[in-house]
């Protein structure tokens, strides 16, 4: 990450990073088949210290904003240390046909671990949510959270306070959307939008179809 930092993710290559670890190219390629590969490591460990960083809110907090804005803080305070190296490699992840995509097949696997921490999110949260809602939920609060991803990656205030803000609020916006969709009428509404993120966003059918096999 420090290399890519320095040189730019296009310019650092397999052989300078195997050097800078002090192992052997066909060593470095034993374990990861790519630079792609490297970051999906990085996608992976990033996921893994989320879900550590959030079990304190979690495991105290029954109220929803809470729990969503806990969630969305974690995962800034996490991701804090690369913000100069997500800036880097953006422009490739931006890119729907990049492995690098948060949408691509390659990233399922960190995709559906920050879905599971939303699907904690309203499972342990006080307030209800419709069982026809209990999987789509989950994936508009991490598509809400990919907003906020977007937006720190540009964030230049200092401390990147106005994305922090941001969190908070879209917290309390969406603890309202949640708590309208427990009203009948509006549930097809909540469809409408999910069905709209799944048929337009790349790699969004694909996380459907796996939370629908057995």
Do not use: C
């Not at 460990?45 to 079990?55: F, L």
């Not at 427990?182 to 179809?209: I, S």
């Amino acid at each position: 990450m420090r290399l890519f930092q320095e040189r730019g993710y296009d310019k650092t290559t397999m052989r300078a990073i195997a050097k800078e670890a002090g192992v052997s190219v066909g060593n470095a390629y034993y374990y990861f088949a790519s630079k792609e590969h490297l970051i999906q490591g990085f996608y992976d460990r990033i996921a893994t210290e989320h879900r550590m960083a959030v079990r304190p809110v979690l495991d105290r907090e029954t109220d929803l904003e809470a729990r969503i804005a806990g969630v969305l803080r974690a995962w800034l305070d996490v991701s804090e240390p690369y913000h100069e190296f997500a800036a880097q490699f953006f422009k490739n992840a931006a890119d729907p046909d990049s492995p690098l995509s948060p949408f691509s097949s390659e990233s399922e696997p960190a995709r559906e671990a920050a879905i599971s921490v939303h699907r904690e999110v309203l499972a342990g949260s006080r307030s209800k949510v419709p069982a026809e809602l209990a999987d789509i939920l989950p994936q508009l609060l991490w598509l809400s959270q990919m907003g906020l991803v977007l937006y720190w990656v540009f964030d230049r205030s200092p401390g990147h306070e106005r994305s922090r803000r941001l969190a908070e609020r879209g917290a309390r916006l969406t603890t309202r959307g949640v708590s309208l969709a427990r009203f009948r009428v509006l549930r097809p509404l909540v469809h409408e939008v999910h069905e709209l993120f799944t048929d337009f966003l790349p790699g969004m059918a694909q996380t459907v179809a796996a939370r629908k096999r057995p």
